[in-house]
């Protein structure tokens, strides 16, 4: 004999069971009865700015549809609010063979100027993802918080932060430092981010 489907408006027995809170539902699925305004209007959220005004979205080109634009990402070719989307993965000023060897500060200055075009040429309701990884261990550079900073500056509107977990890759060993000396032990990034 089958077993009969549970009746899903049915109460929760055993170890789900809980008792009933005002954010019980907060971040399940189940969103349709959630009411996130006693949040929204709480003091946290005081003077902070959950949309911008803009401009109109406009046409994008069709002399650049489906094309790679090759130039200086400061000043593009494009008119004010025409892109929907912009991912990019800026070079870390790392060292690399295509680095400038910049200082920190010229080096957020350059991030500055890129992002703020971008923000030039994002239509209303437009999403900028950069993908970043922090970088050194003695000193370490915290790029990702660095970034977070800029974009805010220029008026982006943070909707999140995906961490893209690279540990399958990295190995097992979560430090660098010496096991019979671990005075002074650096933690490995295994992680990058994707700002939102």
Known sequence: MADKAPDERAPLEGARRRASTATSAFGVSR????????????????????????????????EHANTVLCGDSRTLPLPDNCVHLVVTSPPYNASKDYDEDLSLKEYLTLLHDVFAECYRVLTPGGRMVVNVANLGRKPYIPLSSHINIIMAEIGFLMRGEIIWDKSASAGSSCAWGSFQSA??????????????
Not at 185 to 195: G, S, T
């Open 31 to 62: 969103r349709e009865g959630h009411d996130a305004s006693v949040y929204y209007t709480s003091r946290l959220n005081e003077g902070l700015v959950s949309s911008r005004d803009v401009g109109a979205a406009q046409a994008f080109p069709e």
């Open 183 to 196: 005075s002074n032990p650096c933690l490995r990034d295994v992680h990058e981010y994707l700002l939102v």
